[in-house]
């Protein structure tokens, strides 16, 4: 059990750039989550893949925000065009799946963006 | 809409003492939840969990309480250390159906030496 890995930790941009995080999950888990977060606030959810397919996507994700996991393992997050209100800290989380399952957490990416 | 809410930012408790954070929730299908510590730039860490089915669950230091009929938990800590000074974190999942978890804002729980 190596962890939820994120890559990478710190990621600092300029207003209109495009920005893709890296999530590797723990190796046998099926399900793959992001959430966001800033100061003073938890977790928002974002949305989640089971193996490949996303099967559930936050209004909070504007068509700015686009999630993958083409092959069932990692996922990358991508951020077109990004504006000031995107700065946060981006959480991938994973589990086995199934109900009840605990979802392991990675360090994050803190997405700053000037 | 916070379906999760903690209600108090901030808690200090002197070391040995109990801990007691709270946590209330608005939807009646939430059946399974959990709390999560989180230090400074690092993801959140899983500490207990409880099923809707249980009023409590106990793993070491740490004991989770449930009442359905008021929507609330809460999460006690005996004894407290100095080393539990973080953010706590309750979420809630409806479990099936949806399997994300919807967190609470957090309290800030500081030990005092």
């Known amino acids: 059990d190596t962890g939820v890995s994120q890559d990478p930790r710190h990621k600092i941009t300029k207003r209109g750039q495009n920005v893709t995080f890296r999530c590797d999950p723990i190796s046998e888990h099926n399900r793959l989550y992001w959430y966001r977060q800033t100061l003073g606030q938890g977790p928002e959810f974002l949305t989640y893949f089971q193996n490949e397919a996303q099967l559930e996507k936050s209004r909070l994700l504007s068509d700015r925000f686009s999630a993958e996991r083409p092959k069932g393992s990692f996922s990358t997050l991508e951020i077109q065009r990004t504006e000031q209100g995107d700065s946060a800290m981006y959480l991938c989380?994973?589990?086995?799946?199934?109900?009840?399952?605990?979802?392991?957490f990675g360090s994050g990416t803190q997405l700053s963006v000037l | 809409d916070q379906q999760v809410k903690q209600n108090s930012p901030s808690l200090s408790v002197q070391e040995g003492r109990i801990s007691i954070l709270n946590c209330d929730y608005t939807n009646s299908m939430f059946d399974y939840f959990l709390w999560y510590k989180k230090y400074p730039a690092e993801g959140p860490t899983f500490l207990i969990s409880i099923s809707s089915i249980k009023d409590k669950n106990e793993d070491g230091r740490f004991t989770v309480f449930l009442n359905k009929s008021a929507k609330h938990l809460s999460l006690h800590i005996v004894p407290s250390q100095p080393g539990d000074s973080a953010v706590y974190f309750c979420?809630?999942?409806?479990?099936?159906?949806?399997?994300?978890?919807?967190f609470g804002t957090g309290t800030r729980l500081k030990v005092l030496a």
């Open positions: 979420a809630a999942s409806e479990g099936s159906g949806t399997y994300k978890y919807i």
């Open positions: 989380a994973s589990s086995r799946g199934g109900s009840g399952e605990k979802l392991f």
